[in-house]
Structures are given as structure tokens and as C-alpha cells.
């Protein structure tokens, strides 16, 4: 065996340049890729598997030809090259070691006192309203809220909501918030939103359906692969008075986009000016912000929320990735909305749109 295990991070990238070297559209690229992807939430490393003796099956998505070349990578101890990855697969962490972090700090985690993006069948989610409100507050059950932020309508692929069902969906929110009330839970179910931004910066909502709402996301989902310099289209952005947080920042996506580029100080200072938070996207395929961009965000005193980006319950792990995040990049708990007892904002510039 090795003396330094690979980490499950580092698998991820052997799997993926492995998939890389097959057959485009064969069998054995398809195993690799889903394996690549997969391990970025496996919930334990795979090294430690390998040392128990354990199957690597165990894994998901890890059939036998693939826990071949896993035991492969883990007997030879050969860690990849970081010079040969790509952009798009650079600074990802995994699930295995966002633990490990965080049990060498084990208040950090405890101060989490929400989640603040998640998705249901309203949008592009995989479970209806009530059960994901259910599994999130099991999941964490020393919440005081956590944040419903379903698609806005100019998102159509995720089928983003208009203002009517928007305005619907509040009713089944109250409908969830009643049933709580009456079980004597205390935790509250924010009614939120990822609201779609144009290239622009403008959002696709009217105002008066988004000052009702206890918390509005703003995110970028359109020409997310410019080249050239995006400073002016983030700074409209964390101007607009309707917008509490600035989603999933830098837009990438493992092994599909290495993210946008902008004079991160200047957007991270103009969102601080304006109040507006900077999201820490827990999902294991955004991890957005990464650590490093993270750390200038924490120089310019601005605000950071946290999200797990859950499209399904099993997705709600994502919050460790976001809080181990929160605590490599040395955030000060204090400028961290989703440490906030009771509600995570006020939204003083929305109301004043509507003059109170």
C-alpha cells in the first residue's frame, strides 16, 4: 500500500483522464466518467476501503472493472500531475475530505443554523415541496430554517417558475409552514428564489412578486463560457436592489466549465457596498466559490451564504462541502448569513421599491 492515500478528489481526476484515453461513446468512457463524478460524494475515501479490506463496490458507481482500476491507483499511491488538469476540474475538493475537515473542527458545523438553496418539483427538483422540506430539516435538526429557491421563469430548461405559480407556490408553503406550526416545530421554511439573470445582470421577475419572498438568489445560467472579462455583468448584478445573494458565483461545473472570469475584488467589494452575499454552492460538482476566490472574498469584508443546492434529498450532504469551504478559505462566522438565528436577512432595499 502507499504511504500517502489518494484522496477521493485525486481518484476523480485519474478517472476522468482515464475516461478520457477510451473510445468516445463506449462503455468503458461512460463507467469511468460516471465513476469520476461520483467520487467527488463518495461518503468515505476510498483509500480507507481499500486498507480495510473492504469492497470498492461499496461505492457508487463503481462496478468490478472499475474497483480494478481504483485498487490499481490506490496500490501504486502515483497521485495525479495538478499540472495537467484542466481548468474545469481544478480546486474541487470531495465529500471524504470536506469530513475530514471539518472533524478537525468540530463546533465549525454546529454554527449552521440553515440551508439556504434548494429545489423541488416546482423547478428542476426530484421530490415535491413537503419532502424536501422534511428530509432538510431532519437532515439538519439543529436548523432554525432553511430555503426554498426554486427556478425563476427565464429558465425554462429547469421549469423556472412565472410570478402566477410563483404566488402558488407560497400557498403550499403555508400549507408546509401550518403543519410545522401545529407539531410545535419552530423552524421555518423561507420562501425563496434562484432567480434567473440575464447576461445583463437584470433579472426576469417583477418586483412585486419578489418582495414578498424571505430571501431572493441571483444566478447566472446563460453564456457562462465568455472568455472575456465579466466584471461589469456581476457588478450590475449585486446592484439590483430585489437580490440578497449572488449564486453559485464563478459558474463552473466540474470537468464541463472552468467558470467565468471578473475582477473578483471589485464585484466582491461592490456586493459588500450593496449588502449582497456571496454564496458557498455546497453541490459537489459546483463547489462555487472554490477556497481560493473565497479567500479574496473574505478580504473585502463581504457577506457569504450557504447553500447545499439540493435538487434531492440525497444531495443535501451538500452543505459539508460549502461549511469545510467556509472554514479553508477562514470566513469569520460572523459574515455568515446561514449562522444567523431566526431569519438569515432583512430585505430593506427590496421593500423599498414598492416605498415601504
Known sequence: MAEVALTNSQLAELCARAAAAEERGSH???????????????????????????QLTHLAAVGPWIAERLAEWLDGGEPPDPALTPPARQGFSSLAEARALLASAPDWAGRLRGDLQMHTTWSDG????????????????????????????????????????????????????AALAAAGRAQQVLHAVEMNLSPLGEGDMENWALVR??????????????????????????????????AHPRTRRWDTRPGLQADWRRVFEAAADSGVAVELDGHPHRQDLDVETARTAVETGVLFSIGSDAHHPDEL??????????LGAAVPPERIIAFRSGRPVERPRAAALLGG
Open 28 to 54: 468503458r468512457r461512460r463507467a469511468l466518467d460516471r465513476a469520476a463524478h461520483a467520487a467527488l460524494a463518495w461518503p468515505e475515501p476510498a483509500a480507507a476501503l481499500r486498507a480495510a479490506d473492504r
Open 126 to 177: 426530484r421530490v415535491d415541496l413537503p419532502e424536501m422540506v422534511a428530509a432538510a430539516l431532519e437532515h439538519g435538526p439543529g436548523y432554525d430554517y432553511i430555503a426554498i429557491t426554486d427556478h425563476t421563469k427565464g429558465l425554462t430548461i429547469a421549469n423556472g417558475m412565472d410570478e402566477a405559480r410563483l404566488s402558488r407556490q407560497a400557498e403550499t408553503v403555508g400549507v408546509v409552514r
Open 213 to 246: 419572498l424571505d430571501l431572493v438568489l441571483g444566478a447566472f445560467h446563460s453564456s457562462l463560457r465568455e472568455p472575456a472579462d465579466q466584471t461589469e455583468r456581476y457588478l450590475r448584478a449585486v446592484r439590483n436592489p430585489t437580490i440578497d445573494v449572488l
Open 317 to 326: 450532504v451538500g452543505v459539508e462541502l460549502a461549511l469545510a469551504a467556509a
